[in-house]
Nanobody, 120 residues
Framework: QVQLEESGGGLVQAGGSLRLSCAAS????????MNWYRQAPGKQRELVAA???????NYADPVKGRFTISRDNAKNMVYLQMNSLKAEDTAVYYC??????????????WGQGTQVTVSS
């Protein structure tokens, strides 16, 4: 059984910062790409940032220069440092990862989401 659990969401004023964390646990053999998605009310879920197992990163245009994704492979963790937050960043943020388990199966897992609210 593999699980992803996010933490670190909350309410922040525009211009402020938050750091999201996501922990992968369970019978994990390997973790490939780890990603952060978000979904605002009435909108589709969108990819915010991605990081490969080797540390290569990619960002959605709206967050470039403000958000930083990182990971700790030893701890099976991925982080999202969010700076200069804007009201339009308000959304539920989800952790997503491609994980291989001890049975040799690889699949995509999702966390339960954490709410980020930015007040203007």
């Amino acid at each position: 059984q593999v699980q992803l659990e996010e933490s670190g969401g909350g309410l922040v004023q525009a211009g402020g910062s938050l750091r999201l964390s996501c922990a992968a646990s369970g019978r994990i053999f390997s973790i490939n790409n780890m990603n952060w998605y978000r979904q605002a009310p009435g909108k589709q879920r969108e990819l915010v940032a991605a990081i490969t197992s080797g540390g290569m990163t990619n960002y959605a245009d709206p967050v470039k220069g403000r958000f930083t994704i990182s990971r700790d492979n030893a701890k099976n963790m991925v982080y999202l440092q969010m700076n200069s937050l804007k009201a339009e960043d308000t959304a539920v943020y989800y952790c997503n990862a491609n994980i291989g388990d001890l049975r040799g199966w690889t699949r995509v897992y999702w966390g339960q989401g954490t709410q980020v609210t930015v007040s203007s």
